[in-house]
T-cell receptor, first 112, second 118 residues
């Protein structure tokens, strides 16, 4: 069964304190791994798609990396506005299309 | 550019009442459309998806149903709500891919509807 597990569930950082979020997956035939940011009461906002092991993508203070079994979202010198829940997802085949299997997310809190 | 709308933003309904949530997408044609539910402490759960008008696939058996009366309109309904239907409902779209083309699978989400069933 395809699965996505994120850790830690919650992470508290001081402003400027860099860290990483983990997303491990088990899926037959990876066709991409997606990172989203979700603010409270809002829909997830697309951040990155990674397609192959070794691939890296960056956006401002965020950098996503991918290995054969997991992905990391590195946050460098975070600011309070980076506080959000970060979700990762992988596509899984179904009969007539594709669905995204989401992890439960990591809730990041950055204090000044 | 593409935009996705959902309404209402919030809804409080009594148990046993009907439900209709609407999602519309602008700026694209023939999108794949999805309904997800996000319950407290749980991840996003796919409920329905559609690859075209009148084509609906269900992922989870329940008292909810979905319809796609127009290309860019997706509706989530229920005849009688249960307490367990409470949650945050999200609509998403992904680009249509021509047969033989490569799908990016990237899905873009709407702002969501917060449903509370009392």
């Amino acid at each position: 069964e395809d699965q996505v597990t994120q850790s830690p569930e919650a992470l508290r950082l001081q402003e400027g304190e860099s860290s990483s979020l983990n997303c491990s997956y088990t899926v037959s035939g990876l066709r991409g791994l997606f990172w989203y940011r979700q603010d409270p009461g809002k829909g997830p906002e697309f951040l990155f798609t990674l397609y192959s092991a070794g691939e890296e993508k960056e956006k401002e203070r965020l950098k996503a990396t991918l290995t054969k079994k997991e992905s990391f979202l590195h946050i460098t010198a975070p600011k309070p506005e980076d506080s959000a829940t970060y979700l990762c997802a992988v596509p899984a085949f179904n009969q007539a299309g594709t669905a995204l299997i989401f992890g439960k997310g990591t809730t990041l809190s950055v204090s000044s | 550019s593409q935009t996705i709308h959902q309404w209402p933003a919030t809804l409080v309904q009594p148990v046993g009442s009907p439900l209709s949530l609407e999602c519309t997408v602008e700026g694209t044609s023939n999108p794949n459309l999805y309904w997800y539910r996000q319950a407290a402490g749980r991840g996003l759960q796919l409920l329905f998806y559609s690859v075209g008008i009148g084509q609906i696939s269900s992922e989870v058996p329940q008292n909810l149903s979905a319809s796609r009366p127009q290309d860019r309109q997706f509706i989530l309904s229920s005849k009688k709500l249960l307490l367990s239907d409470s949650g945050f409902y999200l609509c998403a779209w992904s680009p249509w891919v021509q047969a033989g083309g490569v799908s990016t699978d990237t899905q873009y989400f709407g702002p969501g509807t917060r449903l509370t069933v009392l």
